[in-house]
């Protein structure tokens, strides 16, 4: 981690601190860490919730999987195919659960 010596001072309304304070929050961010990522150019984007990251375990989990098959095809020259199914089958879940919560518009009800 680079050793952060020197400081600039801004001014801000109140009412814009306190958005940047909450924007911050949502990135998992302090308030400098935010005002440093956006005088960088980038864009800090919001911590994704809990939800999204029991997914990515189960595509890890799922990775893991595939790579035991590999191995297990490897050795033995055949392929499982029954759990090779049932490993594309919870991939395609995972899958279409990451769509429908963080790509697919939200639905009118």
């Known amino acids: 981690m680079k050793n952060k ?8 309304t109140h009412e814009k601190k306190k958005e940047w304070k909450k924007k911050a929050a949502e ?3 302090t308030l400098s860490g935010y005002i440093s990522s ?3 150019g980038h864009i800090p984007k ?18 893991n999987n595939i790579n035991q098959l590999a191995v297990k095809a490897n050795s033995l020259n ?14 395609q879940k995972t899958q279409n659960a990451l769509f429908e919560k963080y790509i697919a518009p939200d ?3």
């Open 38 to 40: 956006l005088v960088e």
């Open 78 to 91: 055949f392929i499982d195919a029954p759990m090779l199914n049932k490993i594309r089958e919870d991939l």
């Open 46 to 63: 919001e911590k994704p919730d809990a939800e999204f990251y029991i997914l990515m375990r189960q595509m890890s989990s799922a990775c």
């Open 107 to 109: 639905k009118e009800e």
């Open 5 to 12: 010596t020197d400081e600039i001072h801004i001014r801000l």
């Open 27 to 29: 990135c998992g961010l």
